[in-house]
């Protein structure tokens, strides 16, 4: 196991994110070659809902992995992970925390799973990664632009590696696709379409219910950085998502943080994003400075019928690529599309078949890199560039109006008001 230094857990309620000076820490800290190639990376998990579990699932699975804490605001779930674990390794050993930040102060773990609800994704990274722990966060990343860039920042000031959770860039179709696109298989690239949920704004609040005891359920720290709204048992089930409060970006990253971040690495853009976003009726149209256009395509039915533009066989999360000599479609069931037979005989050659929402390859990735200290293939700066864009392609359609990003500075040309929307005042829940 790492050794490390961690902060206590009165050190993390005194200190604010968003002014936190950078940290000096010691060379163990920073993991520079800390865990030998035939040792066990002692995992933390932070959020253990359904999304948790499964990733959770897929980690044990891990032979060098060692998962000895779960962390969670719900007794239920807390409970549930444990069993899980226990189960899995024939012990009683792993430990539960009702505080995430407990579980940062250990020592003895190395990188931590974040898989809490979207609000609490940036602020649990960040404090996770001062407190010396590598980081495995789902997604969205970050619910505004402005936390994707701190997240990034924080992670290059602490030395940590980290891997957003878009899975897909380590599933073989997908990655396929995008070699196919790279290689100029099909002819130069021009456009993309990226599958998106319609988006809402929904503001409203569910009716206020009597708190449940702080061990039962803790309401403070369940909605940590997101503003207050009375206790509702819905919110806790899972049905907090699609409330503007807790969600990001109009709801579009709950697949554009997987099918733009795809779009982003096919088209090489993986340090920049696009320059002009604007909303066109039933979807957002996004040009890049090489002049290839990026459709985000709204689906109002994602799991059902996809329409005219997409091929519903292939299962959720489509995109497609398409270059002046061709074009090829690919999802989440693992099978492509192509527009002739000398490419569809390049896809079927070298293309396994893995669902599009399987992890482990995502996960042997991360804790690779956790011992090599080399680069995640979702690290920090991959992840801030393609949630930046979607977060732009959302006050596109919010605001109605084109928006145009300078990709260095991420912030937009002559609009203030797009760009007071970049970032979100965070509550105190200290």
């Given at each position: ?20 000076a950078p940290m000096v ?85 190395d990188a931590v799973l ?132 807790f969600d990001s970006g ?181």
């Amino acid at each position: 196991m790492i050794k490390k230094q961690g902060k206590t857990r009165r050190q993390f309620l005194g200190t604010s994110l968003a002014v936190a000076a950078p940290m000096v820490l010691p060379a163990h800290v920073m993991g520079r070659g800390a865990i030998a190639p035939g040792e066990k990376v002692s995992l933390g998990v932070i959020g253990i809902g359904p999304r948790g579990t499964y990733d959770l699932q897929a980690m044990l699975g891990l032979a060098d992995v060692q998962c000895v804490a779960i962390a969670d605001v719900q007794a239920s779930r807390r409970d549930a992970g444990k069993a899980l674990v226990d189960k899995h390794y024939g012990t009683a050993d792993c430990k539960l925390y009702g505080d995430f930040r407990e579980l940062l102060d250990r020592p003895d773990i190395d990188a931590v799973l974040i898989a809490t609800g979207d609000r609490w994704h940036a602020d649990a990274s960040m404090l996770a990664a001062r407190a010396g722990k590598d980081v495995y966060s789902e997604k969205p990343c970050g619910l505004t632009i402005r936390l994707c860039q701190q997240l990034e920042a924080t992670i290059q000031e602490t030395g940590r590696v980290f891997q957003a959770g878009t899975q897909r860039r380590s599933v073989p179709n997908f990655v396929r696709a995008v070699e196919m696109a790279q290689s100029g298989k099909l002819g130069k690239l021009h456009t993309m379409f990226a599958s998106v949920y319609m988006p809402s704004l929904d503001i409203s609040w569910l009716p206020g219910e009597q708190e449940p005891s702080k061990q039962k359920c803790d309401w403070n720290m369940w909605l940590g950085p997101a503003p207050w709204r009375p206790y509702n048992h819905e919110y806790v089930t899972g049905k907090w998502r699609g409330y503007s409060d807790f969600d990001s970006g109009a709801r579009l990253l709950d697949w554009a943080a997987h099918t733009v971040d795809l779009c982003q690495w096919a088209n090489q853009a993986d340090s920049t994003t696009p320059v002009t976003f604007e909303p066109t009726g039933n979807g957002i149209t996004c040009m890049y400075d090489n002049g290839v256009k990026l459709i985000l395509d709204f689906l109002a039915t994602p799991f059902g019928d996809r329409g005219p533009n997409w091929i519903t066989k292939l299962g959720t999360c489509p995109v497609r690529f398409v270059g002046d000599e061709g074009w090829l479609e690919t999802g989440d069931n693992g099978g492509t599309e192509v527009s002739s037979e000398s490419l569809r005989r390049e896809i079927h050659a070298k293309t396994t078949k893995v669902s599009g929402l399987d992890v482990t390859a995502h996960a042997r990735n991360f804790f690779d890199c956790v011992k090599s200290r080399q680069s995640t293939v979702a690290n920090a700066a991959v992840m801030r560039n393609s949630h930046v864009a979607c977060h732009a392609a959302a006050l596109s359609w919010i605001l109605k109006r084109k928006l145009t990003l300078d990709p260095a500075s991420q912030t937009f040309v002559n609009d203030d008001e797009a760009n007071r929307l970049r970032s979100r005042l965070s509550r105190t829940w200290t």
